[in-house]
């Protein structure tokens, strides 16, 4: 009986669980998108351009810093590819819960009218792309229908978590490290 328990045992050390990790670096990247949100907010500040990819940086850069301490410290220095891309999108799901979270809560309770602010950024972007009033209209009709809070908060998970996919798939290729076939050391 007690073998059966030393088995079960290596078995379970030999495949950690990536939510543990995922929830930590998950939580960090959530609440450093927000004090960054917040700045912006704070000092008036619209993000334009390259900007715009700032929150994105910040959620990659927590997904590979992520990968490499969850191979390094629960999987023995060893993370094959595909817990590698797992453990990046989960990393992503909880920061983009969190940041939804505050989003439903900001454009909800906090400051509701904030959405005319991004309403009118939008239409500024349109009419410098010089399109026409009629496709102006049209276009700012549809996103409106779109600036409701639950709206805006699905779709911060929905981006979220498919950006942390298309980087997931893209870093765990320079994050993984296979345990070699033949183990040496048994």
């Known amino acids: 009986m007690e073998q059966n328990e030393f088995e079960l ?3 379970q050390n030999t495949n950690p669980s990536a939510v543990n990790t995922a929830m930590k670096y998950g939580l960090m990247a959530g ?3 927000i004090l960054i949100t917040v700045l912006f907010y704070v000092l008036n500040y619209m993000p334009k351009g390259a900007v715009n990819m700032f929150p994105y940086l910040i959620i990659g850069g927590f997904i590979i810093y992520g990968c490499i ?3 390094e410290n629960e999987c023995g220095g060893f993370l094959s590819y595909g817990s590698a891309v797992k453990t990046g999108v989960l990393i992503a799901l909880f920061a983009s819960i969190i940041m939804a979270a505050y989003t439903y809560i900001f454009y909800q309770f906090i400051d509701p009218a904030y959405v005319n602010v991004i309403l009118n950024a939008q239409e500024e972007a349109l009419v410098e792309k010089n399109l026409s009033q009629e496709m102006i209209d049209v276009q700012m009709d549809m996103v409106k229908k779109f600036m409701t809070p639950m709206y805006l908060a699905l779709f911060t998970v929905f981006g979220f978590v498919i950006f942390g ?3 997931s ?3 765990s290729i320079f ?3 296979e345990k070699p076939f033949f ?3 048994r």
Do not use: A, C, G, M
């Open 69 to 71: 301490e969850y191979r």
């Open 9 to 11: 045992k290596e078995i």
């Open 31 to 33: 609440v450093s998108l």
């Open 183 to 185: 183990d040496p050391n």
């Open 169 to 171: 798939l893209i870093t």
């Open 175 to 177: 994050v993984r490290k």
């Open 165 to 167: 996919l298309i980087i």
